[in-house]
DNA sequence: GTTCAAGGCCAC
DNA sequence: GTGGCCTTGAAC
């Protein structure tokens, strides 16, 4: 159980990938605790003979959705403090320090170039560099190139969802192109002129991610040694793998950041979301700098309604509700339009607003939520004749809770918190959160209802607010409404957010204390806001706070129908969605 | 001048 | 088609 909220212990050691998970020697491939989902493991040997290419060919439908990128979900790392669950998702690279894991200890770590050795994320063997967006081997680099650029269509006559590792890399094209785009490797990292040589605008990412594992390596170093020293004399430390407190280390793979998106900027060019949101970025700036980019992601709405928007054909996310009167080269960067939500006119003056609620606000990072669900859509459903819209929906609600739960991990109150702490809230109001996000898209956003991917299929963007009931729709409009009468804006809903959070009533935690402190701090914050900001909304705080319940309720539905579909097996296994699922019924 | 991630080449 | 090795050229 990834989430065990009741056997911590459990938490942090079932989900380390075992270090030669991905041993490009082993036939079978998969680590042998590698939590690989039933409907997503290797089928049968025979299967794979089975797999063909069939250039030319349309894709039929594909429901490999959840992906190896959920097998190493690692709770440990996204609780961790100054852990950088970048992406929300795990990418699946395993990182093998060098040596055998058998007998890798602190002092042992090998003095190689970077310090580690690494294990292509696709098949398990050797890493040659950095290729397309991360760390491959060769061959991995080489089969992605051909694919993109001689536009191969592949089909697979399994399940589509074969092993892929070394030695069955080339049974099943389509697998392996599958989990080149799920481990992260950048369709627009192909040159589509094949202009040689020179460097990419991955250059600085690759710069970092050294430098990153590198720092990694040091902290895990210092932290092994004194697990050693701590362990040894208890003779809980085994040369055995598996039993070997080092064996499994497993560490996250950081370059492949999907939230970011490539097509619009470089990854180092561009100012951080938090940088926009702290207002310390000419916006117009960013406006300039994806002017000329062709838009891919098309709000087709009527004027004024938020309604749908269309993925188009080179990878771009831009929308507005008022699409329709502006010009793309003003939408591309900023999709939701955010910062002129939080800083228009109907914003009261920030003079009006506490410190404590300029900073959650300032901390808001709408640009990444929205640059997270494109990149997530379009390396879903690049080159797929149609996907499993369900599926899909669980995708990303389980990168939206990721990203719940990155923010909360650096939030005020909450980060100080004992990481026990920190799960039993997180497993109470995560549900709740998602429907909070979503209304917040969509009011303060624009997030349209509907869109239409790459390969044509209507993605229904509420059902993520209605987390999968569509029933609930007439609730959740009941809300919206009642929240939009109340003026409900940016400042109310990241302390609302923070409330839901922040529940000093929640089972079991050990610093209750702090919790209420923070929640009584925000309350009043809150409070306050809402007295000096809408003096004109009579008892506002109060209507707000009576709304919670009713989120709850439509929380607790969605909950219910998720956990239904998981038990029938329509819903993705190995996801954190499923496993806060099934911690709340544990 | 060096680095290194692109694309290209070609034996298999 | 694959994958190991080579060439290229912008960034440093």
Redesign the pocket.
Known sequence: MLLDMENHSTLLSLNMSPFNANSGDSPAGAPASSPMPPQYGSPPISHYSSCQ?S?GMQHHQQSMMMSQNMNNLDASYIFSPGANAISGVDMGASYQISGPATSLTAGDLPDTKDGIEELCPVCG?KV??????LLT???????F???V??K?VYTCVAERSCHIDKTQ??RC?FC?FQKCLEVGM?LE???AD???????K???M??RDRARKLQMMRQRQLAAQTLRGNTLGDGMYSNQPGTSPFANIHIKQEIQIPQVSSLTSSP?SSPSPIAVALGQVNTSALVQQGSNQQPALQIVGVPGAPSSMVMGPDNKLWGSANSTTTSPHSLSPKAFQFDTVVQGSSAPPSSKVSPLIRDFVQAIDDREWQNSLYTLLQNQTYNQCEVDLFELMCKVLDQNLFSQVDWARNSIFFKDLKVDDQMKLLQHSWSDMLVLDHIHQRMHNNLPDEMTLHNGQKFDLLSLGLLGVPSLADHFNDITAKLQELKYDVSDYICVKFLLLLNPDVRGITNKKHVQEGYEQVQQALLEYTVTCYPQIQDKFNKMMQLLPEIHSLAARGEEHLYHKHCSGSAPTQTLLMEMLHAKRK
């Not at 040659?128 to 967006?133: A, I």
């Not at 094949?194 to 990419?200: A, K, T």
């Open positions: 290419q250039m063997d040659s560099g950095y290729h397309y967006g081997c060769e061959s991995c680099k080489g089969f190139k051909r694919t650029q001689n191969k890399r080339k094209p392996r950048k990292a192909v040159r094949r202009m040689r040589g020179g460097r990419n991955f250059g600085p690759y710069k180092d």
